[in-house]
């Protein structure tokens, strides 16, 4: 009954900036925390980022800690990654889920069919 649809991605020059959007249907969007979670080519799927389900805590991988920020409007029903200082390494596909605010993908029992984020050198 939940659907989750991501927008935002595109192709951006390293150092640029990315906001991308995740839409959720439901009114018990907020009832969840949410997370974004990313997978590049010849790699497995990576945690990015994770949000309470108030948007009070956040969670952030090593690897984006300082660049990425995750938010979310519950009156929107729609999380957001805010992505700066964008690096090549940054280029995957980017997904967001619904989830119990963890770092493995299979806290999570929701998923968008992701954007793709490609960073030029």
């Known amino acids: 009954q939940v659907q989750l649809v991501e927008s935002g991605g595109g192709l951006v020059q390293a150092g640029g900036s990315l906001r991308l959007s995740c839409s959720a249907s439901?009114?018990?969007?907020?009832?969840?925390?949410m997370g974004w979670f990313r997978q590049a080519a010849g790699k497995e799927r990576e945690f990015v980022a994770a949000v309470s389900r108030s948007g009070v805590s956040t969670y952030y991988a090593d690897s984006v800690k300082g660049r990425f920020t995750i938010s979310r409007d519950n009156a929107k029903n729609t999380v957001y990654l805010q992505m700066n200082s964008l690096k090549p390494e940054d280029t995957a596909v980017y997904y967001c889920a619904r989830g119990h605010m963890g770092y493995i993908s299979n806290q999570y029992d929701y998923w968008g069919q992701g954007t793709q984020v490609t960073v030029s050198s």
């Open positions: 439901g009114r018990t969007f907020s009832n969840y925390a």
